[in-house]
């Protein structure tokens, strides 16, 4: 299933950004959604997720109050609005669809993804 990320892009501290993520057809439809980032020279980061109903969406603390996820099912596509953005924001964004109904972006594993895109690059400039 090919997930498509968009609207990265270099932005400076204290700016804001709004990716997108699309599928195919009713790709996301039952899944808990994510967004997993990969700075330069770190581990990858689960940061936000929600779940497969859109009630409840959770928040790593390095983005809490500062990041929102939502998901619109009717146009199979997942969001996230970023702001007060910082460097340390800069990395590489992915979505990812998960293989629970729920979720919690710490414990996101290579194992718990069953689909993701090729990601969007964000450079936060100090």
């Known amino acids: 299933v090919e997930i498509v990320e968009s609207g990265g892009g270099v932005v400076q501290a204290v700016g804001s950004l709004r990716l997108s993520c699309t599928g195919p057809g009713s790709t996301f439809a039952g899944s808990a959604m994510a967004w997993v980032r990969q700075a330069p020279g770190k581990e990858r980061e689960g940061i936000s997720c929600i779940n497969w109903r859109g009630e409840t969406a959770t928040y790593g603390d390095s983005v809490k109050e500062r990041h929102i996820i939502s998901r619109d099912d009717e146009r199979n596509t997942i969001y996230l609005q970023m702001d007060d953005l910082k460097p340390e924001d800069t990395a590489m964004y992915y979505c990812?669809?998960?293989?629970?109904?729920?979720?919690?972006?710490?414990?996101?594993?290579?194992?718990?993804?069953?689909?993701w895109g090729q990601g969007t690059k964000v450079t936060v400039s100090s």
């Open positions: 990812a669809a998960l293989r629970t109904p729920d979720c919690n972006p710490s414990r996101i594993t290579e194992e718990s993804i069953w689909s």
